[in-house]
């Protein structure tokens, strides 16, 4: 009996390779072509969300201000005022000291909450997050406004204290201060902290926790040798989540902060509004880009020596 080929088989050993097959073949030798092109989307959108308007910005901050237009001559005169007047540097350095305070705060409060959530509640654990980050579904700008009501002279807190007679006179320096623009950022990126730290100590192996406990760790220990060092990814990415919007945050300065809390944001603003000074706010909008990168690698060191010495 003689053996007929398949028609398909016959098809697929007949025909010619076209272009196709070939992009096939290609796709399986290279890993890296096929991650590119999964990237792809996400590639152009950044190119057109990101990179151009930074294009844009760098061109612009080499120009210079000609009376209510703009002299596009190449100049480095933005970059060196920003450099020598010394209310650009006290405007970075408060918005650092403001962003950093409120990114350690927000960690500190929110790990906690991700602890309990990961390792006690065992049942619904969704239904706990959900809750956990359902004041956050409000507006921003709402959050913002609120807690200028709570830190007012005739707030909640101000009255509170007041009525119980702790205090004859309202507190002046809960409103348009420091202190009022910390607290705001720390409850208003709170869900921002929870969630990557709920993430990485929900994957902590915890035949490891069992492992230290019978090598005779007790909970702090435990905590501090293998808890701590697994959890610190979400700690990292939590506090680059907080830290980088924050420093360059206006609206809660504006609101909230006063003469005293002001911060960078806000005079990048001006120069956008009021101003006119378009190529100041693109120059000093790039220097603080850069200057939040340089912090942030920095930070990521420090972290990841931090880490090696935990563990």
Same mark, same amino acid.
């Given at each position: 009996m003689v053996d007929t080929p398949h028609p398909n088989r016959q098809a697929e050993a007949g025909a010619p390779p076209g272009r196709p097959s070939r992009l096939t073949a290609i796709l399986h030798r290279s890993e890296a072509l096929r991650g590119y092109l999964l990237m792809s989307p996400t590639l152009l959108i950044m190119t057109l969300g990101i990179v151009?308007?930074?294009?844009i910005?760098?061109?612009m901050s080499s120009w210079s201000r000609d009376g209510f237009g703009f002299d596009t001559t190449p100049t480095i005169n933005n970059y060196l005022r920003a450099w020598s007047e010394p209310?650009?540097?006290?405007?970075?350095?408060?918005?650092?000291?403001?962003? %950093?305070?409120a990114t350690v705060a927000t960690v500190v409060l929110c790990y906690p909450m991700a602890y309990y959530v990961a390792f006690h509640v065992h049942r619904r654990k969704m239904l706990w997050i959900i809750l956990m980050t359902l004041p956050f579904w409000t507006s921003y700008l709402l959050r913002v406004f609120a807690w200028k009501v709570i830190l007012g002279y005739e707030g909640v807190i101000n009255s509170g204290l007041m009525s119980?007679?702790?205090i004859e006179a309202p507190l002046e320096f809960l409103l348009y201060s420091k202190e009022a623009v910390i607290i705001t950022l720390a409850h208003a990126w709170a869900a921002f902290a929870i969630l990557p730290i709920y993430v990485s100590l929900e994957k902590i192996?915890?035949?490891l926790l069992e492992a230290a406990t019978?090598? %005779?760790d007790g909970p702090v220990r435990r905590f501090l040798r293998v808890t701590l060092p697994l959890s610190m990814p979400g700690v990292i990415a939590a506090s680059f989540l907080i830290f980088i919007p924050t420093t360059g945050d206006y609206i809660t300065p504006a609101l909230l902060g006063g003469p005293d809390g002001a911060m960078i944001g806000n005079f990048i603003q001006l120069q956008f509004g009021p101003v006119n000074n378009w190529p100041m706010g693109a120059t000093l909008a790039i220097v603080l880009m850069f200057w939040i990168a340089a912090v942030a690698l920095a930070f990521l060191l420090l972290t990841r020596k931090l880490q090696e010495r935990l563990t």
């Open positions: 151009i308007p930074f294009l910005l760098l061109v209310v650009f540097g006290a405007l970075l350095t408060r918005s650092f000291w403001i962003s %950093g305070v119980l007679g702790f192996d915890r035949s019978d090598l %005779g």
